[in-house]
């Protein structure tokens, strides 16, 4: 990996050194039949679109890292984790499709059943969720969480606890009523695999704060009861390497927002940059203080036991593997947790690089003005990423109303607007600190052109999963506002920086009196009068498919790229 060259600028009165990295990205569809695995082809399978040149669409990144400076016991406690990651797989195969062999048994080609591995499925994550395989219908809004024939209102006339939980399917029992499976009795076999791969990694633990998390994780896995060790994942300072595992985030689940998949991560530390990273959680509850809404809507205090460290990735399992790759993190969702402790902002620094390298800047070079070419950074990049995660921290959690969670209150659209809030508080936040003399207010424009371009990488791959949704509702706010210009003639755009600035205040303003208000209805109007790719983006989006720009990135992963030995 290359390494980042002046990446730190000079902090004033006592910030000695802090940054950065960019989004959480994911997706979703409407319903079709979900069989024993699938829905029934028409014609077998021929595929509509030319599966090849999609697949040469996705560049391959090898999953390395510098493994010098861990013992022989953390070595092989990676390659423990690398297993109990890859028993998660199938688990969010059944989640989002079913068996896999049902479909990549009838798929013919290489390319084929790779696209469909990327996938997770037949349909395509960076287009739209469209079916790339002849005789497939739509993708289920409520992947296989919940039978393929509720409506949603036998959903809401449903008088079971446990319907909107995050770790329970919805079934019908022999009558033919709606009933709760657990997740940890749903898919109990490759559960206790992973467990027991966590607690084997666990015995080869050197840091006792891993140790712990560890075997509370398995335990989790078994019961569903994730915030015991989501506490002690918040506790864990100095482990050189870490884990996430388990069901987290709820994006694959579009029908309600409500139900988890599965996923994991491996990580190594990249300990030098995590060590300049870490002092920025103390300045989460000032900044909290300082948001532009009235004083209800701040009124939560954000943990400051957060952190922000920078990681190798070595390894991506299940929904974290699907169609666009991560690249930064920001974790427990449990808002009490958050709220005691706050969250871990973790970094994945080479995938990030990776994604600058080869989407972002021939991205930029098609969409931005020559003269603003040179506020294209990738130190800006990494500020503006860092800063969403860490502005996932702020804002507010519960409604005012005391009636629950802004995920609840909010549903399918809960996941949208907490990533929009993210994104454009995360801007807010670096504007904040320069104007207070942290970070260099003279690279300030680098930030907004840099971030402007990110709207156009993310929204490359359609409106359908809640990250670009959010960026359309920000990029159609910010045109509205004048924070950009489009030249007529180049088709290329150009910032506005105190309009960027005006508009990146409002947007904030109205975004966090959504969540706490808990207004549904005006977090529909907003995605759907607002969340939609227009002329003449969508014009201009296609140009970058004639510049031959990869969509996103694929991985070689796994302990051999590292090379680790099988035990």
């Known amino acids: 990996m290359r390494r980042r060259l002046n990446l730190i600028p000079p902090l004033c009165a006592g910030l000695l050194s802090l940054l950065l990295l960019s989004a959480c990205e994911r997706q979703a569809s409407a319903p079709a039949p979900v069989a024993e695995g699938a829905p029934e082809p028409a014609d077998g399978l021929t595929p509509p679109v030319d599966v090849q040149a999609r697949l040469d669409a996705y560049v391959e990144v090898p999953l390395e890292a510098d493994l010098s400076g861990l013992s022989e016991m953390q070595r092989r406690m990676v390659g423990k984790l690398i297993e109990a990651a890859q028993a998660i797989d199938p688990i969010f195969w059944e989640q989002s499709w079913g068996q896999p062999e049902s479909l990549l048994s009838r798929v013919s080609g290489a390319a084929q059943r790779e696209y469909v591995q990327i996938n997770y499925g037949p349909w395509d994550r960076l ?25 949603r209102e036998e959903f809401e006339a449903a008088t079971l606890a446990d319907k909107s939980g995050l770790y329970a399917l919805l079934r019908r029992d022999d009558d033919g009523k709606l009933m709760t499976v657990p997740y940890h009795q749903a898919y109990a076999a490759q559960l206790e695999i992973a467990a027991n791969h966590l607690r084997e990694a666990a015995e080869l633990a050197e840091d006792s704060g891993f140790r712990r998390y560890l075997e509370l994780r398995a335990d989790a896995l078994l019961d569903d009861d994730y915030q015991p060790s989501d506490f002690a994942w918040m506790d864990m300072k100095s482990n050189p390497v870490d884990i996430i595992i388990g069901p987290i985030e709820t994006y694959e689940d579009q029908l309600f927002g409500y139900k988890a998949a599965f996923e994991s991560y491996v990580l190594i530390k990249d300990v030098e940059w995590s060590e300049r990273l870490a002092r920025f959680a103390e300045y989460l509850p000032e900044l909290q203080r300082e948001l532009p809404v009235p004083e209800p809507y701040r009124a939560e205090t954000p943990g400051s036991d957060a952190d922000l460290n920078a990681y190798y990735a070595v390894y991506y399992a299940g929904d974290a593997n699907v169609g666009a790759k991560t690249i930064a993190i920001n974790l427990p969702n449990d808002e009490q947790v958050q709220l005691e402790k706050g969250t871990r902002r973790l970094q994945l620094e080479n995938v990030m690089q990776a994604k600058f390298d080869k989407i972002m800047l021939p991205i930029a070079e098609v969409l931005i003005a020559d003269e603003q070419q040179d506020n294209l950074s990738f130190d800006a990049f990494f500020q503006n990423t860092m800063f969403h995660e860490v502005a996932h921290g702020l804002g507010i959690k519960n409604t005012l109303d005391g009636a629950g969670t802004v995920r609840k209150a909010l ?75 489009r030249d007529e003639e180049t088709g290329r755009y150009s910032v506005n920086f105190d309009r960027m600035q005006q508009a990146m205040n409002d947007l904030s303003a109205k975004l966090l009196k959504v969540q706490g208000d808990g207004d549904y209805a005006e977090a529909e109007r907003m995605s759907i009068g607002m969340g939609k790719i227009g002329e003449p983006l969508a014009s201009d989006l296609k140009r970058l498919s004639a510049a031959d720009i990869p969509v996103d990135i694929r991985f070689r992963q796994g302990a051999d790229v590292l090379g680790l030995q099988a035990e």
């Open 127 to 151: 287009n739209g969720d469209e079916p790339f395989i002849a005789g497939i219908g739509p993708r289920p809004a409520g992947a296989r969480f919940y039978p393929e024939d509720m409506t």
């Open 411 to 485: 549903k399918e659209y809960a996941s949208a607007f907490e990533e929009g809030k993210a994104d454009v508080l995360g801007l807010y936040m670096v504007t904040k600190l320069a104007q207070k003399g942290e970070l260099e207010e003279s690279q300030l424009m680098d930030n907004y052109v840099t971030f402007l371009a990110g709207i156009f990488r993310s929204v490359r791959f359609g409106a359908s999963d809640a990250h670009a949704k959010a960026n359309m509702v920000r990029f159609n706010f910010f045109k509205s506002q004048g924070a950009f210009t």
